[in-house]
Nanobody, 120 residues
Framework: QVQLVESGGGLVQPGGSLRLSCAAS????????MSWYRRAPGKERELVAS????????NFVDSIEGRFTISRDNAKNTVYLQMNSLKPEDTAVYYC?????????????WGRGTQVTVSS
């Protein structure tokens, strides 16, 4: 059974930092492209950042540039999102995603999310 379990969310003041973790089981995360998404209250889910199976990183939200960093530790089957200089607009539920396509079959897995609240 495939599981992605996010952790590390919480309440933080503006300007603070959090590191989210996504621990994968039932899959070899190194074979997947891993991503972080978020859904803010009243908004659509958006793709925040991705890291490919070969380590290539892409940020998809302009406002996180220079503040968020996605990384992976294949030995631990875990992906991280380091979030610095947090702003109230970063408040959202953050979700981990694992995706790979093999022989035209898409393998797409999601975690349940972790809440990040940035507030004074």
């Amino acid at each position: 059974q495939v599981q992605l379990v996010e952790s590390g969310g919480g309440l933080v003041q503006p300007g603070g930092s959090l590191r989210l973790s996504c621990a994968a089981s039932g899959i070899t995360a190194s074979a997947f492209d891993m991503s972080w998404y978020r859904r803010a209250p009243g908004k659509e889910r958006e793709l925040v950042a991705s890291i490919t199976s070969t380590g290539g990183r892409t940020n998809f939200v302009d406002s996180i540039e220079g503040r968020f960093t996605i990384s992976r530790d294949n030995a631990k089957n875990t992906v991280y999102l380091q979030m610095n200089s947090l702003k109230p607009e970063d408040t959202a539920v953050y979700y981990c995603n694992a995706f790979v396509e093999r022989l035209k079959i898409k393998y797409d897995y999601w975690g349940r999310g972790t809440q990040v609240t940035v507030s004074s």
